[in-house]
């Protein structure tokens, strides 16, 4: 759920800026980089948190 609303606000920052003024684009690729690591740092971390949940039942 997370992860969606972090993708849904990358494309509305995206969208604006591209709509309002395209020259600004540039500027927004910082931000756009540390939502797509921060998205996989949470994938990253939900399957680690399942596989360990995972192993813990097999015991």
């Given at each position: 759920?997370?992860?969606?609303?972090?993708i849904?606000?990358?494309?509305?920052?995206?969208?604006?800026?591209?709509?309002?003024?395209?020259?600004?684009?540039?500027?927004?690729?910082?931000?756009?980089?540390?939502?797509?690591?921060?998205?996989?740092l949470?994938?990253?971390?939900?399957r680690?948190?399942?596989?360990?949940?995972?192993?813990?039942?097999?015991?």
């Open positions: 759920m997370i992860v969606a609303i972090l849904v606000r990358l494309m509305v920052i995206l969208g604006v800026t591209a709509l309002l003024d395209v020259s600004a684009l540039a500027d927004t690729i910082i931000d756009s980089i540390a939502i797509v690591i921060y998205v996989a949470i994938i990253l971390g939900a680690m948190n399942r596989k360990q949940s995972g192993s813990l039942k097999l015991r």
